[in-house]
């Protein structure tokens, strides 16, 4: 007999799975923030390499005091980042994302410049003119610059909310930045800082930093912390159906919000099953899995019994 996979006062949930098979089996209004950082149709594979390093007599790099390392490859994260019709792969996702979020809620659409302007007219239809709130440009500093067009170093966040009379947004627990003039305001407003605007600086994941997990296309959490700061509230369910590797997960478990994320990828499972600390439960298509709760250490007895979920 099937079980429930989800219940608003179970843990938080990482599912594998397709997110068109996932989402119908979500309960209407259940999300107070929605966000989603789907595949941005470049058209190319989007690939990530792990390397380290190993001594060796016969290494190809020479490190301290003469030391001799070989480079040795340990993974390669990748995925197709093109469709034949990506509107049509991505609206009846978009319609979902509405029917969850809550009637005070918001939804944060991640892309870049290739498919931004259409996504704003299918949105507009979708939520109503009157429901959409921002154009975020998350602008960063990094990687290659073309000298045949002006390089592009952004992304763009839509910001929509359901009820544009209702929604829930709060700028006092956003983290605030330092004022680029901190001499011209008070030494008061100088060292609290000030609130963000619809443009936000921040560097993408370093490549050396703690934060990478490797995968393709990582988020910093800094941006998506900025995004669950606003628009939730301790307690709240937050929603990430192209989870990659569970960066708003990260974050909204620090913040003290609980989560659902969704991907069907094992590779970004598995990234997320080490990075996700906690009472977080684990479900794909043949049966619930505990991780990182006193169910995990109830043994294999209590998984083998479990029944199938419904997906």
């Known amino acids: 007999m099937a079980i429930s996979f989800w219940t608003p006062d179970g843990p938080s949930l990482v599912v594998e799975g397709d997110n068109a098979a996932v989402l119908p089996l979500l309960p209407d209004g259940a999300f107070s923030l929605i966000y989603i950082d789907p595949p941005f149709n470049t058209g190319r594979v989007q690939r990530r390499e792990t ?5 060796a007599t016969d290494g ?11 480079s040795v490859r340990e993974r390669v994260l990748a995925f197709d980042d093109v469709f034949s019709d990506y509107w049509a792969f991505l609206e009846p996702r978009l319609e979902e994302a509405w029917r969850l ?4 809620g918001t939804f944060y659409l991640h892309l870049d410049y290739r498919e931004a302007h259409y996504a704003k007219v299918l949105l507009d239809s979708l939520f109503g ?5 921002n154009e975020i440009v998350w602008a960063y500093d990094y990687g290659a610059r073309s000298k045949a067009k002006w390089p592009a170093k952004h992304d763009t ?5 359901k009820d544009p009379a209702r929604y829930f947004f709060d700028s006092e627990e956003v983290d605030r930045e330092p004022y680029m003039a901190p001499g011209l305001v008070t030494p008061e407003k100088a060292a609290r800082g000030k609130l963000p605007t619809d443009v936000w600086w921040h560097t993408i994941v370093s490549p050396t930093g703690k934060e990478k997990t490797g995968y393709p296309t990582q988020k910093p959490e800094g941006v998506l912390r900025r995004i669950v700061q606003a628009s939730s509230r301790p307690g709240d369910w937050v929603l990430d159906f192209f989870a990659g590797s569970g960066t708003l997960g990260a974050v909204a478990a620090l913040l003290g919000r609980r989560f659902v994320l969704v991907d069907e990828s094992p590779e970004a499972i598995a990234v997320m099953r080490k990075r996700l600390d906690g009472d977080v439960r684990f479900v794909d298509a043949v049966q619930p899995r505990s991780h990182g709760s006193a169910a995990a250490s109830r043994g294999s007895a209590d998984a083998s019994a479990s029944s199938p979920v419904s997906i």
């Open 51 to 55: 390397m380290r390093t190993v001594r």
């Open 60 to 70: 190809d790099r020479v490190g301290f005091k003469g030391q001799t390392y070989r």
């Open 101 to 104: 979020l809550a009637d005070d």
């Open 129 to 133: 003119r009157e429901c959409f709130l």
């Open 157 to 161: 966040i839509l910001v929509y909310v």
